[in-house]
């Protein structure tokens, strides 16, 4: 019996050796391959749908089509707190998926009208499409994300709402899958949420905040200091709205710029104010804006040194003079209260109007009443009362060493330049012989008009955006212009 046996195992092996023989092998082989390909397959479609693979959308996608969210159903649910999972359906297509930054999933994000909601889908709260406006539309018997929201991340308005990150509309008010970040990274995870959106989201920095991206000189700023974070911050962006005179010798070469800032927009307002208060009677020389100075400091800290009221000091010694005898406004000068103000040199009692902080259109109606603008700042980004000004048809007495804002002023037409105290003198009389007389020299509208303003910055910022990253970015339909909002 053992020798039949082991003739029978020869005869098998010899079998297995022969054509036919090996032939079963690979059939064989091509059969515990394909099961085990199964195995890992599924393996992967849980991993897909687990915490270890972050898609926001399809990969196969082009980049284009990777940032535009799918049109039905577009509302993402977070379903799982741990995970901050979200489903986003397409009409006739599997799920595609996207994972919301740790922590991030549960904010508040969603405008449902009157009230807000962590997603379309809470906002009826059993009230039916009578509670779903705002984000978000009632469409199959459900409350989903607005379809004009569909080109923007379905985080996005999560991440506005930290102080770092500022949205961008379009020219009919829509918001662009774009983030641009004003400042330094304020939350200690504000970095961490950068980098996990980035390939997601067009990110780009803008000078908006003190001296950003540079550091900042203010000894009162919380901001990140030292070189080292410096270099971070011009090295973190794909491309960066900057306000230097000399870009290249800051950002590396693999950085898009472009010479713009938040003060380049937004300037309808002021100047249909404008407009509508051109006959207003002249009462000051001068308006002066402090931002929120630090009155119970007497005005000196953190604002005060942005704005450089320890210069506006000395100077008003010389404007109060018999020599010049000027009037002016000191802006946000007073507490809100009203009850204490920052001290001036007692020369200027009866001549210089200190307030406390303003809402916009009563600080035009100062501007209104006035004959030029001072800004003495040097540490300032985006001076927005400097365009402002200028869309009211105010000239401007410009500090020459201020950060952002000079490209506004050419002397002899929009304004004045001065460096100190040295000539600060001789551009005083200069500004004042000027706007005293009935016909001032000055065209400060005429020229914000033709460089500024909506119309030329937001066409400007959209052909930069579209050169650059037109392959990452759906526009709306209709896009022209690209507009920085929430400023």
Same mark, same amino acid.
């Given at each position: 019996?053992?020798?039949?046996?082991?003739?029978?195992?020869?005869?098998?092996?010899?079998?297995?050796?022969?054509?036919?023989?090996?032939?079963?092998?690979?059939?064989?082989?091509?059969?515990?391959?394909?099961?085990?390909?199964?195995?890992?397959?599924?393996?992967?479609?849980?991993?897909?749908?687990?915490?270890?693979?972050?898609?926001?959308?399809?990969?196969?996608?082009?980049?284009?089509?990777?940032?535009?969210?799918?049109?039905?159903?577009?509302?993402?649910?977070?379903?799982?707190?741990?995970?901050?999972?979200?489903?986003?359906?397409?009409?006739?297509?599997?799920?595609?998926?996207?994972?919301?930054?740790?922590?991030?999933?549960?904010?508040?994000?969603?405008?449902?009208?009157?009230?807000?909601?962590?997603?379309?889908?809470?906002?009826?709260?059993?009230?039916?499409?009578?509670?779903?406006?705002?984000?978000?539309?009632?469409?199959?018997?459900?409350?989903?994300?607005?379809?004009?929201?569909?080109?923007?991340?379905?985080?996005?308005?999560?991440?506005?709402?930290?102080?770092?990150?500022?949205?961008?509309?379009?020219?009919?008010?829509?918001?662009?899958?774009?983030?641009?970040?004003?400042?330094?990274?304020?939350?200690?995870?504000?970095?961490?949420?950068?980098?996990?959106?980035?390939?997601?989201?067009?990110?780009?920095?803008?000078?908006?905040?003190?001296?950003?991206?540079?550091?900042?000189?203010?000894?009162?700023?919380?901001?990140?200091?030292?070189?080292?974070?410096?270099?971070?911050?011009?090295?973190?962006?794909?491309?960066?709205?900057?306000?230097?005179?000399?870009?290249?010798?800051?950002?590396?070469?693999?950085?898009?710029?472009?010479?713009?800032?938040?003060?380049?927009?937004?300037?309808?307002?002021?100047?249909?104010?404008?407009?509508?208060?051109?006959?207003?009677?002249?009462?000051?020389?001068?308006?002066?804006?402090?931002?929120?100075?630090?009155?119970?400091?007497?005005?000196? !800290?953190?604002? *005060?040194?942005? %704005?450089?009221?320890? +210069? @506006?000091? #000395?100077?008003?010694?010389?404007?109060? &003079?018999?020599?010049?005898?000027?009037?002016?406004?000191?802006?946000?000068?007073?507490?809100?209260?009203?009850?204490?103000?920052?001290?001036?040199?007692?020369?200027?009692?009866?001549?210089?109007?200190?307030?406390?902080?303003?809402?916009?259109?009563?600080?035009?109606?100062?501007?209104?009443?006035?004959?030029?603008?001072?800004?003495?700042?040097?540490?300032?980004?985006?001076?927005?009362?400097?365009?402002?000004?200028?869309?009211?048809?105010?000239?401007?007495?410009?500090?020459?060493?201020?950060?952002?804002?000079?490209?506004?002023?050419?002397?002899?037409?929009?304004?004045?330049?001065?460096?100190?105290?040295?000539?600060?003198?001789?551009?005083?009389?200069?500004?004042?012989?000027?706007?005293? !007389?009935?016909? *001032?020299?000055? %065209?400060?509208?005429? +020229? @914000?008009? #033709?460089?500024?303003?909506?119309?030329? &910055?937001?066409?400007?910022?959209?052909?930069?955006?579209?050169?650059?990253?037109?392959?990452?970015?759906?526009?709306?339909?209709?896009?022209?212009?690209?507009?920085?909002?929430?400023?």
């Amino acid at each position: 019996m053992v020798e039949i046996a082991s003739t029978k195992r020869y005869s098998e092996c010899k079998l297995l050796l022969s054509w036919p023989g090996f032939i079963f092998l690979v059939r064989f082989a091509t059969i515990c391959l394909t099961l085990a390909s199964l195995v890992l397959f599924g393996d992967l479609q849980k991993s897909l749908s687990g915490h270890q693979i972050r898609a926001a959308f399809n990969e196969n996608d082009s980049p284009q089509t990777q940032n535009a969210v799918p049109s039905t159903q577009r509302d993402a649910v977070p379903s799982n707190e741990e995970e901050g999972r979200a489903a986003v359906h397409h009409a006739s297509s599997p799920k595609h998926y996207y994972k919301s930054y740790p922590g991030l999933a549960n904010e508040t994000s969603i405008a449902c009208g009157g009230h807000k909601a962590t997603s379309c889908d809470q906002c009826p709260q059993g009230h039916g499409a009578s509670w779903c406006n705002g984000d978000c539309e009632w469409s199959h018997g459900a409350c989903a994300r607005s379809s004009k929201l569909e080109h923007i991340h379905p985080d996005y308005f999560r991440i506005i709402q930290r102080y770092a990150f500022q949205p961008v509309k379009n020219n009919n008010g829509e918001y662009v899958n774009i983030i641009l970040v004003r400042s330094p990274f304020r939350e200690v995870d504000d970095e961490d949420v950068y980098l996990f959106y980035k390939d997601d989201i067009i990110f780009l920095g803008i000078s908006s905040f003190e001296s950003f991206p540079l550091e900042s000189p203010n000894p009162y700023s919380h901001s990140d200091r030292g070189k080292i974070m410096e270099e971070k911050y011009l090295n973190l962006f794909p491309g960066f709205l900057h306000m230097m005179r000399d870009p290249e010798d800051h950002f590396p070469q693999n950085v898009e710029r472009i010479l713009m800032s938040q003060s380049d927009f937004m300037l309808d307002a002021p100047e249909k104010f404008g407009q509508e208060h051109a006959n207003d009677e002249k009462i000051y020389d001068f308006v002066y804006s402090g931002g929120d100075q630090d009155v119970e400091t007497d005005c000196v !800290g953190w604002a *005060s040194y942005n %704005k450089n009221f320890s +210069f @506006v000091r #000395d100077a008003l010694e010389v404007m109060c &003079s018999s020599e010049f005898n000027v009037t002016g406004v000191l802006v946000a000068n007073k507490n809100k209260d009203g009850t204490k103000a920052c001290t001036i040199p007692a020369i200027c009692h009866g001549k210089i109007v200190q307030t406390t902080f303003l809402g916009q259109k009563e600080f035009f109606g100062y501007l209104a009443k006035a004959r030029w603008a001072f800004l003495p700042q040097v540490c300032d980004a985006s001076p927005r009362v400097s365009t402002q000004a200028m869309a009211m048809n105010l000239p401007l007495l410009m500090n020459r060493n201020i950060m952002g804002g000079w490209k506004y002023l050419v002397p002899g037409q929009t304004g004045e330049f001065f460096h100190d105290m040295s000539d600060f003198k001789d551009s005083l009389r200069i500004i004042l012989d000027n706007t005293r !007389g009935e016909n *001032s020299p000055y %065209k400060p509208l005429e +020229f @914000v008009k #033709d460089n500024y303003g909506n119309a030329n &910055s937001g066409k400007r910022l959209f052909e930069f955006v579209k050169k650059h990253w037109g392959n990452r970015i759906k526009f709306p339909e209709g896009t022209s212009e690209l507009l920085p909002t929430g400023a």
